[in-house]
């Protein structure tokens, strides 16, 4: 277990200071949008908040869309509100295609039936990914939200919110991934303009699942930063779903890297998903031009400059034992004065990169009355070494005498951010078969502590579509860990993702007494017309849910 906390390096340059955008200006409307808009220079497109026919007392606009693809929706249950005495909500995360690459709703009906399922188990809310892919595929500044609106108006009259995943990574491994979205094109075609753009590791591999932080603040999008790209986004989204924040939209998350998470690239994500990525050690993603000025700039500043140009010498191959690798090994170059030099370097501009992200965002979302989150990956295969090399790879600066995660709980903390994180359903005694250095419970508690001690809220996630009853007990479990003894604790958990496996019978079942245990409260009451069974639930029920899906 760490033993130290160091705080973020000083030694970054000038150039590097957090900077906020002059952001472009904005149209306003007093309808809610879900076409493609531009701005500041073309009219938007827009359609009336008809989307509706009534608005509510508390001011949000009643998505009664008369649309008979949800009619299933009016008949055979009346929801109540439940009324939680306490405990912790539990979320579903959507189909990554729940809206298509073209932005529509994919398969409605069975979408509305599945909330609908959700809402009677008790569930509070879904997590909806929202692809800058998508969104603003049509070129700079063009934003396409209808299916997204399409969606909340549905959660919304299934009496369920929604939780907003910004999502500014690629999804998938390739076109041949029946879930892939890929960056904008026109982000990709700044790409082969300038590789750069993307991280780069030492064999000049370029990794395009995000685009490269070493570029943050500079006009490299057509005339704008990422960070300038991702603000936009992010206002125009608020801008847009303004009636929705704060009473159905009730979180913002912040995609801050790959897979959302902020770290580096440092293992692709196709290895992510092979049973041997538990000996991956990683590359450290720093050999674009842009990273490599900044770690030049950084070396000539502490008067090293023979510590330029590159990163760390003997890191050796993905795959190698971390004990026969000059950098890695228990004695290794990763603690000396050039280790603490370069290491304090690639995780302090990891930090400054989520330091812009959550400035911006706090100042954007501000008085809109939702929360906002950002993610962490779960990076435990090599947890039990001296060095964490799979950690500092991804950028956590988290040794056997530096805690890399407290750094990263104070940033979140002091812009009003939850911590996400992935893995709670691991087990040592299972990961321990693959890998005997592995310890996804040592590297949670680690979190869970920091996230503790500077009182950031947490929420859990599972890392793969288990759904057995030890899996769910391991949740429960660690998210005790985290709350027990706090006065008020905030932990929530999403489960990834929904599926036609969630709702057989049987994991329907396993689903439903989980959602119950976590709530440690009465859930509200489904007045079902077949009722039965002891999750209220019948085998029925289960069954034709599973029937309508095909996510």
Known sequence: MPIASPSTPTFSPSFCRITHSDSTRFVKTSTVRFRP?????????????????????????????NNNDDGELQHGVSLSRRHRRGGSPVFVTLPADAVTGSGQVRRRKAMAQSFRALAAAGVDGVVMEVWWGVVEREGPSVYDWGGYGEIVAMARRCGLKVRAALAFHQCGTGPGDPFWIPLPQWVLEEMDKDPDIAYSDRFGRRNTEYVSLGCDILPVLRGRSPIQAYADFMRNFRDTFRPFLGGIITEIQVGMGPAGELRYPSCP??????????????EFQCYDKYMLAS???????????????????????????????????????????????????YSGMLLLHGERICSETETIFRGTEVNTSGKVAAIHWHYGTQSHPSELTAGYYNTSNRDG??????????????????????????????NPLSSPEGFLRQLLLAARNCDVPMEGENSAATLDDGSFQQVVKMSKFYSDGLKTPSFSFNFVRMDKNLFEYRNWVSFTRFVRQMSDADIFRAYLDFGGGDTGLSSRWAVDCCAVLAY
């Not at 979140?412 to 939850?418: E, I, L, M």
Request: glycine content about 8%; proline content about 6%; charged content about 20%.
């Open 37 to 65: 808009t531009r701005h500041p220079s073309h009219r938007p497109l827009t359609i009336s908040a008809r989307l509706n026919s009534s608005t509510t007392s508390n001011g949000f606009v009643s998505p009664d869309n």
């Open 269 to 282: 994500i196709q290895k992510l998903t092979w049973a041997w990525r538990s000996r991956e050690l990683g």
């Open 295 to 345: 770690l030049n700039a950084c070396a000539r500043e502490t008067g090293m400059r023979e510590w330029e140009n590159g990163g760390p010498i003997g890191a050796s191959n993905l795959m190698q034992d971390p004990e026969s690798t000059e950098f890695f090994k228990t004695d290794g170059s990763w603690n000396t004065p050039y280790g603490e030099f370069f290491l304090g370097w």
């Open 405 to 434: 995660y407290l750094p990263i709980a104070r940033m979140f903390g002091r812009y009003g951010f939850n911590l996400c994180c992935t893995s709670f359903e691991k087990q040592d005694a299972d990961e321990k078969q693959m």
